[in-house]
């Protein structure tokens, strides 16, 4: 089981930017992800999460999206109207579904991706 990030890079404030998480070796229809963020000093902290719905966290609703491709195998971040506190490490976590379909503690997830960096300039 392995997930790979990538879309990171520098955005202007305002901007935006489309994270993408691709599965290798499971299927992610099975799996419940969750995009997690963590700035320099601060604690990682649970962005969005797709399972049989989606969510995202109040920092970030209504700016950022999270969808799946079950064809591709992958699911996307797109991030709008970014913001310089958007600015941190993303990474993009996968674990198995259960009954608990919103799941933001970065412990609910086994498996991780080493992390992609978005960078937003005022």
């Known amino acids: 089981v392995k997930v790979v990030e990538s879309g990171g890079g520098l955005a202007q404030a305002g901007g935006s930017l489309r994270l993408s998480c691709t599965a290798s070796g499971f299927t992610l229809t099975y799996y419940t992800i969750g995009w997690f963020r963590q700035a320099p000093g601060k604690e990682r902290e649970g962005v969005s999460c797709i399972s049989n719905s989606a969510y995202s966290s109040d920092s970030v609703k209504g700016r950022f999206t999270i969808s799946r491709d079950n064809a591709k195998n992958t699911v996307y971040l797109q991030m709008n109207s970014l913001k310089p506190e958007d600015t941190a490490v993303y990474y993009c976590?996968?674990?198995?579904?259960?009954?608990?379909?919103?799941?933001?503690?970065?412990?609910?997830?086994?498996?991780w991706g080493q992390g992609t960096q978005v960078s937003v300039s005022s």
């Open positions: 976590a996968a674990d198995p579904l259960s009954s608990v379909l919103v799941r933001t503690a970065a412990r609910e997830y086994e498996y």
